[in-house]
């Protein structure tokens, strides 16, 4: 039977895929992407549980990129679904591929069928050297999973739009305002934002942050030469070390004692020198008149 472009067609039992578990695919713990990795893993996967096909080959039959698909292997890697083992020694000499080995989750319980006599334990003994005891870990559901990360994202944006953080955002805005015609009232979130991850991430006290944004506001509307400029809150957070030594070092040295520094900024604009008039030109020739000891 020939088949057209855009013809009505039965697909049973006609295509072979990636098969993708049913659980794993309702559960949004991890990427679609990663989703896809897992189940071609599936199909290359033998009678010993093992896979071990090429990074390369495996990145064009889901139609990634070499990073994306690292990225997907590290997320599979890091909610516990495979194993990866890199070669070492001998098999590292001769280049053989990774081993990825799949390990067994709290969602297949429920909608895979256990083969009898196999224990399905609640509990997951962590592996850890000899050395160490060993460390239990309770398992959670996808449902909890979710459910605790959406906690932890309303927590997070409601610590970013803290009236402290749109406060300093709007104090930068005001600043750059005075020199600049612009209007930023719709960047002031992700300016909060950036303050918030200022405080979180860079672990900056807010004193710090509420100090050098005070100083570097002033000095900005000063125009206060050897500054650094940021005009937005992600440029104040990646400058904010620059700002906060900038600061210091206005206040420990004082530039009335610096002659250089006094001198810059006392400094008169230069005067433009336009066409030399017949009175100078007269004065010049006045001068070159005058008795010169160095002349014959």
Known sequence: MTLYIGQDFNPYRMFTGIFIPAALAAWPGISPGAKLVYGRLCRYAGSNGEAWPKQKVLARQVGLTLSGLRKCLEALERVKLIRVTTPKGQDKVQ????RYRFLWHSMFAETCKVPSGTKYHSRVVQSTSPLKESKQQDTVSPRQTAARGETKRKHRRQLAAHPRWMKYAERLHNAIQSRHKVNCQSKLGSWARAFYLLH????????????????????????????????SGMSFRTKFLAIENARKRM???NPG???????????????????????????TE???EQENPWRD
């Not at 610096?258 to 004065?283: C, F, H, N, S, W």
């Open 95 to 98: 280049h053989r591929t990774n």
């Open 286 to 288: 006045h001068v070159d």
């Open 251 to 253: 206040e420990v040295d």
């Open 257 to 283: 004692s610096d002659p250089y520094l006094e001198g810059i900024l006392k400094r008169k604009p230069r005067k433009i020198v336009g066409r030399m008039t017949d009175q100078d030109l007269d004065a």
């Open 200 to 231: 979180t991430q860079e672990e900056v006290p807010v004193r710090r942050i509420q100090q050098t944004l005070r100083w570097y506001c002033t000095a900005y509307k000063n125009e206060t030469p050897f500054l650094p400029v940021a005009e």
